[in-house]
């Protein structure tokens, strides 16, 4: 396990696992040919994240008999973002669907040992690349009963804060109400939003940190 300090003091690790998954990445397309001669052969295609704000994961499946037999994907991301989908890809491979799309982030940290808290979103990528990747499928083979689609629900109606929003402040650390106000300025002006902010925050802690307020 290797160890540094950041500047608050607070300690930073990446354990052999993810150490060997980043040096060593497993199912990486390398380039863009490699990228453009996959997308021919993919079942389906996903993409994830923004490198505007942070990490962009894009996945590559291939699947016979519902099962995916092929994962392959790139990503602008840091060495977290890599290693989780490094194993990710190595988890998901021979599982039918409905198994793949159940693994959590929190069983893709627990393969690497574990992951600094503050890098825990990077799980996340892979997981929510995949839903997007297995969409693509059941589009492409008209299973469109079986797709869903994540909802964007505006929270705050003046500043336009929606669960999404309070999704990635957990999953960037944020553990209080005090704290998500302070990030987003939720409810500050738009009062009436505050129990269903604060009810969001407790299930997006237990979800992603079996952590109850």
Request: aromatic share 8%.
């Amino acid at each position: 396990m290797y160890d540094v300090q950041s500047k608050d003091g607070k300690e930073w690790f990446y354990t052999d696992e993810v150490k060997d998954h980043f040096f060593n990445p497993k199912n990486l397309l390398k380039t863009r040919e490699e990228a453009e001669q996959c997308a021919k052969q993919a079942s389906g295609i996903g993409e994830e994240g923004s490198p505007a704000c942070g990490d962009l994961m894009k996945m590559w499946i291939k699947v016979k008999d519902n099962k995916i037999i092929e994962c392959k994907w790139q990503t602008f991301g840091c060495a977290s973002a890599i290693a989780s989908t490094s194993m990710f890809s190595e988890m998901v491979k021979g599982m039918k669907i409905e198994k793949a799309l159940a693994i959590k982030p929190q069983d893709i940290s627990k393969e690497l040992g574990g992951l600094p808290a503050r890098k825990f979103h990077c799980s996340v990528l892979a997981d929510k690349a995949l839903r997007a990747a297995v969409n693509d499928h059941y589009k492409k083979t008209n299973q469109l009963d079986k797709i869903k689609e994540d909802k964007v629900k505006i929270i705050d109606k003046i500043l336009k804060i929606t669960d999404h929003d309070i999704e990635e402040a957990v999953l960037e650390g944020v553990r209080t109400f005090e704290e998500l106000q302070k990030r987003t300025k939720i409810g500050v002006q738009d009062k009436t939003c505050i129990p269903e902010a604060e009810q969001l925050l407790r299930f997006y802690l237990e979800k992603y940190f079996n952590k109850k307020q």
